[in-house]
């Protein structure tokens, strides 16, 4: 079985538990083993855009160096919030040879780093590494008459640099839904924002766009979503719902992770913890009286 | 127009902070169209470029730089490269560094909200 470094994060081991739960399924049935990095720490979850401040690369950079000194070049992660600021600090590491210079000189416990791990997003294990045919030998439940709606959102494919997509037209998840059997459905908010940490202070902002993307991924024919940030997925399903009790005719559409939609179509369901979604998934993908009869 | 030594003081601050050149920007207004939130702000992107292009520290009380939740939207879509969320934490960035916290804990309700939204929120929003 092939062995891949992998970097949770913290939403997957608490809020986001179905993403790495089905993850780790799903890796497994596909001949890949997930070997999470000891002793890793928070990515810091936003990339610092400050120039003079270097001391918020540090955890991001930190988390590399574990991978490295545990014998891999390559780091895997699932949630693209960790995805992108990873990525970030390593193009920094690799390319601003004054600031790698600094953040060494500060770090007296690990030694140097100088960008050797390339980091790498699970969706691109999946495109490049094993190839959509692969996936599509293990679908024993394909998706036939699914729309679903591939919501990319910020982090995944911006910025240029590091992005696994066109951020303009991506179309890993498209690609991801076919392979399952399902049908793509084209939306024009696939890559807006939903507004981010503003849940936290300013919810407003986020309902609006929450109200914006599931109305525009319905009004497309989609039945669900999926999406790779646990932040999308808390705020398009979470807020959705306190979107229903306001406007009681909005269309509810479920937000899941695509990890979770190959665990349906790999006939793996329970390990996607749906019963934990605000908007109940299962009745759309047409699993709910298979959980009980079935692994 | 001609900047007076108090004008290029937020200029030099904002271009030290984002290591941008808030000049390159001509005010085409792409960063505007293809923003997610022009809605909820009280300046758009591009002026409030704009402000910064002139001085004016008014700029520093806009709401804008604190509702941009650095989507990149504006970064790939500038023709002139330019990091525009870049300059948003910058303007954040002084009032932080003045020990000002745009959001306090206490007023907040964090029941239920995953620890990846507080994180983000509180780097972004607290000194």
């Known amino acids: ?295 | 127009m001609q900047l007076n030594n108090a004008d290029r003081e937020l200029i030099d601050k904002i271009e030290e902070l984002s290591g941008e050149n808030v000049f390159s920007c001509y005010q085409c207004g792409k960063c505007s169209a293809g923003c997610p939130f022009t809605e909820e702000m009280d300046l758009l992107p591009n002026q409030v470029i704009r402000k910064v292009q002139m001085g004016d520290v008014s700029v520093l009380q806009s709401e804008t730089p604190w509702i941009c939740a650095s989507c990149l939207s504006c970064e790939v879509d500038c023709p002139k490269g330019n990091n525009v969320p870049a300059i948003m934490e910058a303007i954040r960035e002084i009032s932080l560094r003045e020990n000002v916290d745009k959001v306090e804990l206490k007023d907040l309700k964090t029941r239920g909200l995953p620890e990846i939204a507080l994180v983000s929120n509180f780097r972004k929003k607290t000194s």
Not at chain 1, 77 to 104: A, F, G, H, P, V
Not at chain 1, 164 to 171: I, M, R, V
Not at chain 1, 218 to 243: H, K, M, V, W, Y
């Open chain 1, 1 to 295: 079985m092939k062995e891949v470094a992998y970097y949770p994060g913290c939403s997957l081991k608490d809020t986001a538990k179905g993403f790495e739960d089905s993850a780790i399924q799903v890796s497994s049935d596909l001949g890949v083993r997930l070997k999470e990095i000891d002793r890793w720490n928070c990515c810091g979850t936003v990339y610092s855009l400050t120039d003079d401040n270097l001391m918020k690369q540090l955890g991001p950079i930190r988390n590399m160096i574990r991978a490295r000194d545990e014998g891999f070049d390559q780091l895997y992660t699932l949630c693209s919030m960790c995805d992108n600021t990873l990525k970030r600090s390593n193009y920094l590491i690799q390319n601003d040879d004054d600031k790698r210079d600094k953040i060494n000189n500060f770090m007296d416990q690990e030694n140097d780093y100088s960008g050797e791990i390339e980091v790498k997003h699970y969706l691109q294990l999946l495109r490049d590494e094993l190839g959509w045919e692969r996936v599509r030998e293990q679908v024993s439940n394909p998706l036939e008459g699914i729309n679903v709606a591939p919501y990319y959102g910020c982090m995944l494919t911006r910025p240029k640099e590091i992005g696994l997509a066109d951020p303009h037209n991506p179309t890993v998840f498209d690609e991801l839904i076919e392979s399952l059997g399902g049908t793509p459905v084209d939306f024009p908010y696939e890559s807006e924002c939903c507004g981010s940490y503003n849940t936290v202070d300013n919810q407003e902002v986020v309902l609006e766009k929450t109200r914006t993307i599931t109305g525009g991924a319905t009004r497309s024919g989609a039945d669900l979503i999926i999406t790779a940030c646990p932040l999308c997925q808390f705020n398009l399903d979470t807020r959705q719902a306190e979107l229903l009790k306001a406007t009681p005719n909005h269309d509810p559409v479920p937000v899941i992770y695509f990890t979770q939609l190959m665990a349906v179509a790999f006939d793996r369901p329970r390990v996607n913890k749906f019963e934990e979604h605000a908007i109940d998934p299962r009745k759309v993908l047409k699993i709910e009286n298979k959980v009980a009869s079935k692994r």
